[in-house]
């Protein structure tokens, strides 16, 4: 699992946190339930739960089936705004190196400051 920055924002993380937390609360589980079929310390549990880390491809697959739902669902992949992130990504595929450097520092400036 990695561990974000505390001042970091990391939009998958906090996606599937919210995914895993509205699964758990479906599936009528308590964090403590979902750690044990999982595998994992409850503390690390409620980190992913609050998009604090995101698990490792094991992890998540645990969780997956710990709360029976696709990870498709897990990872906010069935949402309309991914289908436009698919797009952009087979887009970005066949750009040379120094237009995906001129794509991502246009992508950084349209982020929110991260100054606080």
Known sequence: MSRLPDRVEHPLSMSLGAAVLAARLRAALTPSEVARRVGVPLD???RIERGET?????TLRR?????EIPSDELLGLDA???LDMNRLVSAARGLKVSQLRLLHRLAESLLPSQRG
């Open 44 to 46: 690390m549990y409620g």
């Open 54 to 58: 995101f698990p490792s491809v094991l």
């Open 63 to 67: 969780l997956c089936l710990a709360l």
């Open 80 to 82: 309309p705004e991914s």
